[in-house]
């Protein structure tokens, strides 16, 4: 049995740097919309998490 986190933010893709602030959570800085969903796209793999758009240029990866 391994320990693994949930219901948290693991990480959080964002075009607009200005919106988000730092917190527990790594932030990642897109150049572009392809960029981040490509990102987001690897995050949710990596991760093993799923991606929620918040419709502001702004992705967050969570577990469930």
């Given at each position: 049995m391994g320990t693994t986190i949930q219901n948290y933010i693991l990480a959080i893709v964002t075009i607009n740097e200005d919106k988000v602030?730092?917190?527990?959570?790594?932030?990642?800085?897109?150049?572009s919309e392809e960029e981040l969903q490509r990102t987001a796209f690897l995050?949710?793999?990596?991760l093993d998490?799923?991606?929620?758009?918040?419709?502001?240029?702004?992705?967050?990866?969570?577990?469930?």
């Amino acid at each position: 049995m391994g320990t693994t986190i949930q219901n948290y933010i693991l990480a959080i893709v964002t075009i607009n740097e200005d919106k988000v602030k730092s917190g527990s959570a790594p932030i990642f800085i897109a150049k572009s919309e392809e960029e981040l969903q490509r990102t987001a796209f690897l995050l949710e793999k990596i991760l093993d998490g799923m991606a929620h758009d918040l419709e502001n240029g702004t992705l967050i990866i969570v577990r469930h």
